[in-house]
């Protein structure tokens, strides 16, 4: 599978902008991606989204950078190097939705398909069958990507975010639940909280 994290200008992928990608290829982590690219012309840009993912109005009109059909032409071809291309990471869907509309935009014939893994669902599931308490915010589960961390004994995402850093601490969090070990050699000095708990 494919664990990727997105950064873009807001939260709605047909008016804001993909601004960078990170991915890991699961099955060969060593083989990394990582990309940014200017905004596309004409798309919002949400100052919330910029104060989360740390960039600023001008990089995101930055002509130097690569347009966003470059940067989407070099991750199609990175990720179809991959055997297995099935999207995984935190809230995954808002992701798929943010690198098809791209795709589509570079008129790339490729779009990643409905069905995801997603890490929330994945975390919840887990810590039901071991019976671990899920944090509840409001009367309802709390499993937010920092949430997940702080379960499995890792650090929460550096801010402000970055896509690479997301996509590699989605892909640890993902090997410790589904296979409890470490994955990636930055991660190894934490310990593997969630799975020996009762």
């Given at each position: 599978?494919?664990?990727?994290?997105?950064?873009a200008?807001?939260?709605?992928?047909?008016?804001?902008?993909?601004?960078?990608?990170?991915?890991?290829?699961?099955?060969n982590?060593?083989?990394?991606?990582?990309?940014?690219?200017?905004?596309?012309?004409?798309?919002?840009?949400?100052?919330?989204?910029?104060?989360?993912?740390?960039?600023?109005?001008?990089?995101?009109?930055?002509?130097?950078?690569?347009?966003?059909?470059?940067?989407?032409?070099?991750?199609?071809?990175?990720?179809?190097?991959?055997?297995?291309?099935?999207?995984?990471?935190?809230?995954?869907?808002?992701?798929?939705?943010?690198?098809?509309?791209?795709?589509?935009?570079?008129?790339?014939?490729?779009?990643?398909?409905?069905r995801?893994?997603?890490?929330?669902?994945?975390?919840?599931?887990?810590?039901?069958?071991?019976?671990?308490?899920?944090?509840?915010?409001?009367?309802?589960p709390?499993?937010?990507?920092?949430?997940?961390?702080?379960?499995?004994?890792?650090?929460?995402?550096?801010?402000?975010h970055?896509?690479l850093?997301?996509?590699?601490?989605?892909?640890?969090?993902?090997?410790r639940?589904?296979?409890?070990k470490?994955?990636?050699?930055?991660?190894?000095?934490?310990?593997?909280?969630?799975?020996?708990?009762?």
């Open positions: 599978m494919i664990v990727v994290d997105i950064e200008t807001g939260l709605d992928h047909r008016n804001h902008s993909l601004l960078s990608i990170g991915a890991i290829d699961f099955e982590p060593g083989r990394q991606f990582y990309g940014e690219c200017r905004a596309w012309e004409g798309a919002h840009l949400d100052p919330e989204a910029l104060a989360v993912n740390g960039f600023t109005e001008t990089e995101c009109l930055n002509p130097s950078k690569d347009s966003l059909e470059e940067l989407m032409v070099r991750f199609h071809h990175w990720m179809t190097q991959s055997n297995d291309r099935i999207l995984a990471g935190h809230n995954i869907s808002f992701d798929r939705d943010f690198l098809n509309s791209s795709l589509q935009r570079a008129k790339i014939n490729f779009a990643f398909p409905y995801t893994i997603d890490l929330h669902t994945l975390a919840y599931t887990t810590c039901r069958t071991k019976g671990i308490p899920i944090p509840e915010r409001n009367g309802h709390a499993l937010s990507s920092d949430a997940v961390m702080r379960l499995l004994g890792l650090p929460e995402e550096p801010k402000p970055i896509a850093m997301g996509a590699k601490i989605a892909a640890e969090a993902f090997s639940l589904m296979y409890g470490n994955l990636l050699p930055e991660f190894a000095e934490y310990p593997m909280q969630l799975l020996t708990q009762k």
